[in-house]
């Protein structure tokens, strides 16, 4: 099997799912196919379609977009009908299979799915493009801020549909302005999990992948300093106030202040 996430958590790096699908192919012999497995919920099924980009299988944290209320917990897998018919054998054996409440509560929320995602990613645009011009923010990780890397970009236009509304940014300083920023915020609310109404912010290296070797994290290019927003469905202007008090809480640090007397 070859497992990816795409677009990645916390980085929004993306992966090249017809590399993945053309090496899945080589190494497939005619007693053990090598299925391509993603994990496709940073975007969703209204953004990106891997099953269309040579994926055997889709996989949703339900808990996220899906679920969109962050109030039930829930995966889904999608494939072809055979391969469907294995899951779902496993499945009986595994006993994962979700509560009627849950399943309901699902339904009431792809009413909307479309909208909520829609309207998440017009405002996190905005936002990620305000983020980039902040003389307290290093660099930003979203999709539509590829310029540097050509072939991030390539992917980009060939797989996706939108940006989405998940932005990490690297805060300028490190641990401790990172948290001090966290901190300060008074409308987003500091927690895990993403894909909501309401928008989150956290910190990756202490918090989703803390249990991520420091080395191994440097690697995935998850830094001290950076913070990961999921965008909810809010006025963004007011999302953009609560971000700009909390870095004027942390304060301007000294070198900025000196590049801007210069
Ligand atoms: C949250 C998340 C998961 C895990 O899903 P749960 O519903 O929390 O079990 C897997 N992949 C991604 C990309 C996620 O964001």
Redesign the pocket.
């Known amino acids: 099997m070859i497992f990816v ?1 795409t677009p990645a ?1 916390p980085t929004n790096h993306l992966v090249d799912l017809e590399a993945c699908a053309a090496l899945a192919r080589q190494y497939a012999t005619p007693d053990k196919p090598v299925r391509l497995v993603v ?1 496709n ?2 975007l969703g099924p209204v953004f990106q379609h891997p099953l269309k980009h040579g994926a055997d299988v889709v996989l949703y ?4 977009f899906l679920g969109g209320h962050s109030d039930l ?3 889904a897998a999608l494939s072809s009908k055979a391969l469907m018919k294995e899951i779902k054998a496993m499945r009986t054996f595994m006993g994962t299979m979700c509560d009627p409440n849950t399943g309901w509560m699902l339904m009431r929320s792809l009413e909307t799915l479309k909208l909520r995602m829609e309207r998440a990613a017009a405002s996190a645009q905005v936002i990620a493009d305000w983020l980039r011009e902040h003389p307290l923010v290093e660099r930003t990780y979203y999709l539509t801020h590829l310029e540097h890397c050509p072939v991030q970009q390539d992917i980009y236009r060939r797989h996706c549909l939108s940006p989405g509304s998940m932005i990490s940014f690297d805060i300028r300083g490190g641990e401790a302005e990172a948290f001090h920023f966290l901190n300060a915020l008074r409308l987003i609310k500091l927690a895990v ?2 894909g909501g109404t309401e928008s989150l912010a956290e910190h990756p290296a202490t918090m989703t992948h803390s249990d991520i070797t420091p080395a191994d994290q440097l690697q995935m290019g998850i830094t001290s300093q950076m913070v990961r927003l999921s965008i909810g469905v809010e006025d963004p202007q007011d999302l953009m106030l609560d971000l700009s008090q909390a870095f004027e809480a942390v304060g301007i640090p000294k070198e900025v202040r000196v590049a801007e007397l210069a």
Not at 61 to 64: E, F, I, L, N, V
């Open positions: 996430e958590n994990d919920t940073f944290s339900a808990t996220k917990i829930a995966g999990s993403l």
